[in-house]
């Protein structure tokens, strides 16, 4: 009796439709179409803001119109077909990685555990080797002779909308974090593979608006938020007058200077969000304490690169954009702020799109004399280096006591621990200025877990689809909060500063986030500084 | 040969059988049972820490406040993935099926099916308790989506400049 009983229940609830994928995998996971439903997708970018795009120079987007995933026409150009395969086979000519990824992969399934999107929601085309086949079997198909011959034998199918749509559903359930690379014997990136993905999905314009927007701001007015000059400059010295009242030391700050030996950029996110301001502050009163002649600007007002997400022309402009505005400044080298994607471009791209910045100088601390040797061609240093390296000389003094409120954990954030190897910096710097834990082996350094919403997935409309990604981070933080009492998850990155915090407040609450700086300057003892009990270090109301 | 006792006996083998049929109800389930690493599988490492801890206050007749922490557990998880409410919260009510079942094919025992009223009642206090759960989590989400709205996080990136927003609303 209670066995026909179970199987009944198991049936009402396993048969329900699924929002992500419409179906149970009992085909081929070729043959399920995807289904888009409100809640499972990102909204598509807007019309003005592709025909913007498309109108600059160096830039290529068109097909802009409006459309709906949900409908079954995406008003797709007409030779759409023909437009996707020569696309992919102009990359495959231009990226020897591609090619690579496409032909050496052995569907040995060591990266298939690896995606916290497939650990969010077991939906196995989130398994990087399956998302990697959604190209591969196109790629087979028109390409290789096997696939020729041997068709659906050869794991080869035909380019059609159903893939398409597949490729898009998929390739924004990818924050390009590069964790399953890790574990992969050939080293192969599906985050590369997904950049692809994306890039062919824009040829017939095929797009989101939470990064397309961004990236036309960024490229208009030098920031995600399209703040013009003006309202940046107040913005900063808002958080110039909030440092003054909470430690009685007023930075000397400046936009624009010429001749200033440092630029400095950050993610404009640190400038007027929370809880990216504290950071904001930090950077200003360290500045001030070590008297670094440095100066922000108006123009490179954003380190984040939306363009990382949707081409390589579009990150290659918004590269470009800081150089050009250290060049136009005369400053001898860049100095970078806590952000993710500023430095995976920079660690990964910069030099070979528009490197090498002979018109800089090799970046030297103008307090310790240290030589920033890895920098000697972007002649861009990260704020943790140069913070870890004035520590390591004895430069700042720091009372701990100030950040006893804090207990912390270090969230890697991923571009910058796989992209970029900062694992150490951030750790010697934590452990001057604040009481703190480790996460979980398996769930920090290079294996870190990604927020789940990178890459231009930090969007509202997908809210539970970001908690599912951000699972597996939340669950270490969880850990180290209850076993340890851990009440603050740091963090060197802007977008993670945003989503951490969301992902905090649903998984656990009672944990804050905040920037690595924000912490530094909590401790940071000041010469001439006033600042009396501050409870909550540089957050508290005064 | 007593309820307890029964219960002693078989509790690893209804508890495996909980958590089998509850990872069964996602897509792709071998590696959610196969992995015992918490943190390298959190959907399987909570529902089977959760469900083991959940089943010995449901034998004990606990009080259902208790009920609370691993029903958390597990319904915070399930309330943000593709499940309809019901999906969502209906693996809790199988484990009356499945002690029943394991119950019932252990002859020694199979007497002992009559005398799990009490148990079954427990289990109806969990499920309840789940839908609970399952709608303060929803709310908690809705909460940080208006959150993330409210701080200008979500104008990190796709909104215009505050100036013209404050004019438009002039
Ligand atoms: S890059 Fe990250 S998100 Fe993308 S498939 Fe690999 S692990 Fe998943
Ligand atoms: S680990 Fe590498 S070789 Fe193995 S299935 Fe994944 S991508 Fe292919």
Redesign the pocket.
Known sequence: MAVPKLQQLAKSVVQGPSLATGAIPTRDWMDIPVVFKSGNYAYPAKKEKVEYLNSQSGLHFPNAREWSPEDDDWKLPEDWKEIILKGLKERLDKFRSLKIFMD?????????DKCHFFLGTGDPKNM??LR?ELLRSVYRNDFTLAGKILGKMAGAREMTVGVLKEWFMYSYQCTECRR?SV????G?D?AEITMMLRELLHLVGVGINWILEPASNSNRTGNHMGLQPHTFKDNVEFLLDDVENLTGIRPNISFNRKGAEVLFITPSADVFAEPGLYTAMGYMLLFEAIGLDYTWSTYASEGGNFGLFTNNETMKKLNAKMYAEAKRLGVKYILGGECGHMWRVLHQYMDTMNGPADFLEKPVSPITGTVFENAASTKMVHISEFTADLIKHGKLKFDKSRNSHVKATFHDSCNTSRAMGLLDEPRYILDHVVDWVEMPENTIREQTFCCGSGTGLNTDEIMELRMRSGLPRANAVKYVHEKHGVNMLACVCAIDRATLTSLMNYWNPGVSVCGLTELVANALVVEGETRGELEEGLRTML | MDLAEGFRNHREKIVNKWVEYTLSTYLSSGFFLKENDKFANPVGGNIREALGRLFLLLVKGADPKEFIPPLEQIISIRAVQEFAPSQAVSPLNAVKHITREVFAADKERSQLVNELYDFEFAVDLAVLAAFDMYMQCRERLYQVRINEIRTGNHILAGSRCPSQMLSAEK
């Open positions: 050496c992969c052995v569907r040995c399934g060591a990266c298939a990087p080797v990697a399953c574990f992969c014997p050939y192969i599906t």
